[in-house]
């Protein structure tokens, strides 16, 4: 079974500052995706940003960008310039196929991060 | 668009009450999606669909139905609601293109069990 973990369950940084968010996973498939969403108070789930397994080079979405150590199973997310309105719960998630043909996304337990003024 | 969205936003269940939870979405995604969100954990799927007329079991399947009668809607049910059912709810749902397609979540449902 995939699972996905978080180990810190909080986190805090100054506005401006950068911040690195840790996610270790375990598989014994080679193929996948793997995922972070953002989760404002709203409750709204929103996709921060998408990794390939099978894809060497690091992804990047503007201020966010992604350490993928496959051989490690480890998947951080890297915000650069924090700003107020990232304050959020953090979800890393993996992506894998059913036997029904679709695909699931199996979560961590997430990690709250607050930026501060 | 409006995306997905879900219908009732909060909802306050006694023991053993049931109640529908509607999903519905104007994307002609193939795949739909429910799964709960409990303090502390990430979201677990519960059912999902991958087309109409059809669905599957998930992670957490036990006091659930649901149903897909028509392409844009996802219908989940609780026969006899337990206190152990207070969670909050998403919906997604995502195209079949290919592997790995990006699901689109509704705002969730907020559901209290006494």
């Known amino acids: 079974a995939q699972t996905v973990t978080q180990s810190q369950p909080e986190m805090s940084v100054q506005e401006a500052e950068t911040v690195t968010l840790s996610c270790t996973y375990d598989t014994s498939e080679n193929n996948y995706y793997l995922f972070w969403y953002k989760q404002p108070p709203s409750r709204q789930m929103i996709l921060v940003i998408r990794?390939?397994?099978?894809?060497?080079q690091n992804a990047t979405e503007n201020r966010f960008s992604v350490n993928f150590q496959k051989a490690a199973k480890s998947f951080s997310l890297k915000i650069s310039d924090s700003q107020l309105g990232d304050t959020a719960m953090y979800f890393c998630a993996f992506m894998t196929v059913t036997q029904g043909g679709s695909e699931k996304l199996v979560f961590g337990k997430g990690m709250k991060l607050t930026v501060n003024p | 668009n409006a995306g997905v969205t879900q219908t009732p936003k909060f909802r306050v269940l006694k023991t053993g009450q049931s109640m529908t939870l509607l999903c519905a979405q104007d994307?002609?995604?193939?795949?739909m999606y429910w799964y709960r969100q409990d303090p502390g954990m990430g979201l677990r799927l519960i059912h999902y669909s991958v087309g109409e007329g059809t669905t599957a079991k998930g992670e957490v399947p036990d006091g659930y139905n649901v149903s897909r009668l028509k392409k844009q809607n996802f219908l989940l049910g609780l026969e006899s609601a337990a206190p152990s059912q207070t969670s909050v709810y998403f919906c997604?749902?995502?195209?079949?293109?290919?592997?790995?397609?990006?699901?689109?979540f509704g705002p969730g449902t907020r559901l209290t069990v006494l």
């Open positions: 990794q390939e397994a099978y894809k060497q």
């Open positions: 997604a749902s995502s195209y079949q293109r290919g592997n790995f397609n990006e699901q689109f």
């Open positions: 994307m002609n995604h193939e795949y």
